[in-house]
């Protein structure tokens, strides 16, 4: 099990950046779009 983990996650590595990249900028775009409108 542990080997099938491992292989796994060495498949997916490129991807599993690709998708914390993705998670940072969604997080970024709800904390702007939550402070917007204390602005006005």
Do not use: E, Y
């Not at 996650?9 to 402070?35: E, Y």
């Amino acid at each position: 099990m542990l080997t099938q983990i491992k292989t796994a996650f060495s498949r997916a590595q490129s991807t599993i950046f690709q998708d914390a990249v993705g998670v940072m900028s969604l997080v970024v775009i709800l904390m702007v779009a939550l402070h917007l409108p204390v602005g006005f």
